[in-house]
């Protein structure tokens, strides 16, 4: 959004054992795919070593920030000029999550919908979740500064929140957030006592609830600290001079390269406390024992800070959740993220493959599993790989108990390994002795289960109050022996499971390491290369069901996602699309398949490709192409693929490959369609006509008034289509026909446009009758028709002049007319076909319906190569207003009802009805391959469109038959909205200005078909408009040679008549 902070510096701190590199490229990730601005510098900062607090990580992290910035400049030392126009975010990963080894940071969030399905733009986690609120709303319109926020917690704030920075910007320095909460959850969060202007006087942390009540609002609740704080210019230049200043410098990179001793600073409890003005004395008695030290470290602190203002801000209705170690914070923070809660199912995350009990409730990220893997109610599940275990190795978890997989690293020579962890949901972290438990059940169950005592679970060095469950060397690493794989579920130490002697003695035979020691060897690289590995299956996954169900899903943003995060997956999708193509048997789900490794290697090429249109027809992929007209799925896109494989070196190939692609799928479509020559039903009549016996054929032209665009294949048969349109006379005429007669010589002649001085062309071989599949070629149509009506056979071993000797004893003469100028935008090649069929069968002998006839141009249009739908046809050749219907099916059929009009409305309607020419030539090609390709990527607009589409083709029935012109109108105006939604920049600059001018006078203004030129409708709120339409336009001088006609109802539909003796 335009109002969201344009962060110039994003930086993520971590602990020094962390992979900087992969916590980089999970930064870098979020960039591409938009969460992040694109020209925001990212850095990945680790702590210099452990315990320098959240203060320490801020002070590191600003220094490395500045000299980064300092660099860039130009500058050879420490420039804090260079932070005088930035907005920085300093992200901090946090401790260890117990339910999350890579941090709280990295939790990753269930769907909206329950299923495991990947969310299109990637794993969601709660960095994203931070990234987003911070961005959106916290620092929406702040001044240059510095932003900090924790990443182990969930902020949930209204959208009407905003910070009035003109109230603060002048009075304050620091503006540290802040939520309304209970006394109880302050004494582990802490919060800022304040003034009557919101000036913090205090921090009190773990205070007793009667101190804190002291400081409570009227409702009870007090002001509670939350992990994000702002610091202004000044405020940020006292921090970054601590890099000078010993001992403060020994929380940063300086200080420990300078051999010093590691100190410890907390964000709050002694940079923001020492900037509330209060005396070291003062400090509350309840502060950590490291807080209550009066040292030099705080003197210097409150000596530079304490003339910076802090001001909380509290955050109205805002909710705060902070991941402690423990069930209810856990659901509670994934329960704020998602805006539901989750305790009630089980909630799938980025998982793939079923198991054996389905359980009510719990959670499950990440995990490859399988049908020998049981689940009990309230499990958490994370990482699971099951195929490490044996084949038909059941595995229960029971409820309550909390299972993951780790992957670690015990040294930089070693391959990682799957270390499995097990303990349970209502374990404390914290407790020791007699208050600690394991696996939800006492640790004297598990020391009878082993054989041990406390004495063998801990190091010697661990006295008795440091004995924590996270410190327990509990999890084999490696078994000691020969043979060093350790493999083992750990499921049988779960209380109540037996376990054999043998898993036990091996357990204690084992290297093994606690919970605190394994994080310490976590491989982020493998962590997060198996979560991508598991959305790229989940991906084929969801591609393959979306396109062999035929679901209304937009792939093209997952394609998308991919490629900005795993792009070495886009192999894997590509043999997915293939492998749907060949197993079907339906063309059109093969299509679509093609279609969507266009739209994947339109994402592979990105912009080093070009324009996805362009031609497709490259040698290559002749032999690919011809099995597939030949319905050899299987072998054509077995070809492609092998194609493709060379194509795949340069951004330019890559693009001129999806073309190809797109090439393919119109083969498929056409294969699709060409189905609805099923419905091409003609009965042989007794004779031919005579020689030199001419056959006229005369139609109207189309109006089209709601629904186009959902009769285009492939539309009209994955979604389904609706049209209402009229045949209509143009100045009184109609406007489109061709005539045919049969000549003795053996030989077919066609003129074309036979109202012009055109030269005919005379064909004497089949070699002449080839091309009809390049619309470009002079009478190609013709050619197609007689081809379609088979008249003379291609693959005959006969020459044209012995076909047509012994069928017909002669030859043709055709000859087509229109009196409309090309690209009108009436459907006049499509009412053409429709004529030249009617006229071949009529001289050879052929009876035929009118539903043959319609079905027949969609056969004739496809060999022709050229598309298009069933709206013309049906439009031109069927007398009066009607509509046109066909199913999401294949076979594809079409389906037509007139209505019936009074003669009053009729009249109403004629008296209203005007043809505009633009003076502008409609060129529609680029136009219908774009739609097709959106409806191919399932653009969400296009698909609602259709909907729409369909909807008011039906509802412009209804109003007809309500005799409701107005209604007719608004819906045919609506019409037009839609036709533009459709195909971006069908709407000329000249014809906007048309439309201008009429919009007052008229109940509807619509352009013809497609649009881009050719006719513009216009229907009058006032009967006998011709004139003042004229004289409107007269007034705005176009350039173009525009034109105004009459339009009428035909009634009559298309005729055909045989010339008389």
Excluded at 69 to 86: I, K, P
Excluded at 431 to 440: H, K, L, R
Excluded at 931 to 945: E, L
Aim: charge should be negative.
């Amino acid at each position: 959004m335009s109002g969201d902070c344009k962060w110039n510096v994003i930086a993520l701190t971590c602990g020094p054992t962390a992979s900087c590199d992969a916590l980089n490229r999970e930064l870098k990730a979020r960039q591409s795919r938009g969460l992040i601005p694109e020209e925001t510098i990212l850095l990945v900062i680790d702590d210099p070593v452990q315990g320098i607090g959240s203060g320490g990580a801020t002070l590191n992290a600003l220094l490395v920030i500045t000299e980064h910035l300092a660099s860039l400049a130009g500058y050879t030392v420490v420039n804090s000029d260079v932070l005088d126009e930035e907005r920085i975010l300093i992200l901090h990963m946090g401790g260890r999550y117990m339910y999350s080894a890579i941090g709280g940071a990295f939790i990753t969030a269930p769907v909206t919908d329950s299923t495991s399905l990947p969310s299109d733009t990637g794993i969601m986690t709660i960095l994203d979740h931070l990234i987003d609120v911070m961005s959106s709303k916290v620092a929406a319109g702040s001044p240059p500064g510095v932003w900090v926020c924790s990443t182990d917690m969930v902020l949930s704030i209204p959208e009407t929140f905003k910070i009035e920075w003109q109230e603060n910007i002048d009075t304050c320095d620091v503006v540290a957030l802040s939520v309304h909460g209970d006394v109880v959850s302050a004494q582990e969060h802490g919060i800022y006592v304040t003034d009557e202007k919101g000036f913090v006087q205090d921090i009190l942390y773990r205070s007793s609830g009667e101190i804190l009540g002291r400081h409570a609002h009227q409702d009870g609740s007090v002001n509670m600290v939350i992990g994000v704080v702002y610091f202004n210019k000044k405020a940020t230049e006292k921090l970054l001079s601590f890099h000078t200043v010993s001992p403060l410098n020994n929380c940063t990179y300086v200080g420990i390269d300078s051999g010093a001793k590691a100190i410890q600073v907390s964000l709050f409890f002694d940079l923001l406390y020492a900037m509330c003005g209060t005396d070291s004395s003062a400090l509350p008695s309840k502060m950590p024992a490291a807080r209550q030290q009066v040292d030099y470290k705080w003197s210097l602190l409150h000596q530079i800070l304490r003339d910076l203002r802090v001001k909380a801000v509290t955050i109205e209705d805002g909710q705060f959740y902070y991941l402690f170690n423990d069930k209810k914070a856990f659901y509670s923070a994934i329960a704020s993220l998602v805006g539901r809660d989750l305790q009630g199912e089980l909630n799938i995350v980025n998982s793939t493959g079923g198991v054996v009990s389905h359980p009510s409730k719990g959670y499950m990220a990440n995990c490859r599993v399988n049908k020998h893997l049981r689940l009990a109610d309230d499990v958490l599940i994370s990482g699971l790989d099951c195929s490490i275990y044996q084949p038909g190795e059941v595995v229960s978890i029971d409820k309550g108990i909390v299972y993951q997989h780790l992957r670690v690293k015990l040294s930089e020579d070693q391959q990682p390994i799957i270390v499995p962890v097990i303990f349970g949901l209502y374990d404390s972290f914290k407790a020791v002795g007699a208050d600690s438990t394991f696996c939800n059940a006492s640790w004297s169950e598990f020391y009878s289960k082993v054989g041990y005592t406390d004495r063998d679970l801990w190091t010697a060095d661990c006295d008795a109050r440091e004995r924590t469950l996270d410190r327990a060397q509990l999890f084999p690493v490696m078994a000691l022996g020969k043979d060093s794989t350790y493999i083992d579920s750990l499921v049988w130490m779960q209380p109540g499971v037996k376990a054999t002697s043998a898993q036990v003695s091996r357990w204690k035979r084992s290297w093994k390491l606690s919970l605190r020691e394994i994080i310490g060897y976590l491989d982020l690289v493998e962590e997060f290369s198996w979560r991508r590995q598991l959305f790229a299956e989940l991906a084929q996954a969801k591609v393959k069901d979306t396109i062999e169900n035929g679901k209304e899903f937009s792939l093209l943003t997952l394609y998308k996602t991919i490629g900005m995060e795993q792009p070495e997956h886009y192999n894997a999708i590509l043999d997915t699309l293939d492998n749907v193509a060949m197993e079907t048997t339906s063309p059109g789900v093969a299509a679509r398949a093609l279609a969507n490794v266009a739209d994947v290697l339109g994402c592979m090429a990105a912009s080093k490709g070009g324009l996805r249109s362009g031609p497709s027809a490259n040698a290559a992929w002749n032999h690919a192409y011809e099995l597939l007209e030949c319905g050899d799925f299987k072998e054509g896109v077995t070809q492609l693929a092998a194609v493709r494989t060379r194509w795949l070196s340069r951004g330019e190939l890559v693009i001129r490959a999806a073309r190809h692609y797109e090439g393919a799928a119109r083969i498929l479509i056409r294969r699709a369609v060409l189905s609805a020559s099923k419905f091409i039903h003609l009965t042989p009549t007794d004779d031919m006509t005579p020689f030199d016996r001419w056959v006229h054929a005369a139609s109207p032209a189309r109006a089209d008034i709601a629904g186009g665009w959902s009769d285009t294949p492939p539309i009209s048969y994955e979604h389904g289509g609706a049209v209402t349109n009229a045949a209509i006379l143009v100045d009184d005429m109609k406007p489109i026909g061709c005539d045919m007669r049969r000549i003795r010589e053996n030989k077919i002649v066609l003129v074309l446009n036979s109202t012009s001085d055109s030269s005919p062309i005379t064909i004497k071989h089949l070699d002449g009758l080839r091309d009809y599949c390049q619309p470009q070629v002079p009478g190609a149509l013709l050619k197609a028709a007689l081809i379609c009506a088979k008249v003379v056979d291609l693959d005959s071993e006969q020459s044209l002049d012995q076909q047509l000797s012994s069928r017909y004893g002669g030859g043709f003469e055709l000859r087509t007319w229109s009196k409309l100028p090309q690209g009108s935008g009436l459907g006049t090649s499509s009412i053409l076909a429709g004529a030249l069929m009617a006229v071949i069968w009529k001289v050879t002998g052929q009876g035929y319906t009118g539903s043959a006839l319609i079905h027949a141009v969609l056969r004739v249009e496809q060999m022709l190569t050229t598309g298009g739908g069933w709206q013309d046809q049906v439009g031109g050749l069927l007398p009066g207003i009607k509509i046109g219907m066909s199913k999401a099916a294949l076979p594809l059929y079409v389906d037509t009802r007139n209505i019936d009009l009074s003669s009053q409305l009729l009249l109403d309607f004629n008296d209203r009805f005007l043809l505009i020419y633009t003076g502008k030539t409609r060129l529609a090609r680029n136009l219908l391959q774009n739609v097709v390709r959106n409806w191919y990527a399932r653009d969400p607009m296009i698909v609602q469109t259709q909907d729409e589409l369909v909807k008011i083709a039906y509802d412009c029935e209804k109003a007809f038959l309500s005799a409701d012109l107005v209604r007719v109108g608004q819906l045919w105006t609506r019409y037009w909205e839609l036709k533009k939604q459709m195909a971006t920049g069908c709407e000329p600059v000249f014809v906007s200005h048309m439309i201008g001018v009429l919009t007052p006078y008229a109940l509807a203004c619509c352009m013809a078909g497609a649009g881009g030129g050719g006719f513009l409708y216009v229907l009058t709120k006032e009967p006998n408009q011709r004139l003042l339409v004229e004289d409107l336009l007269a007034k705005l001088k176009l350039s173009e040679d525009y034109s105004v006609h009459k339009a009428s109802v035909c009634t009559e539909g298309f005729t055909i008549s045989v010339e008389s003796d």
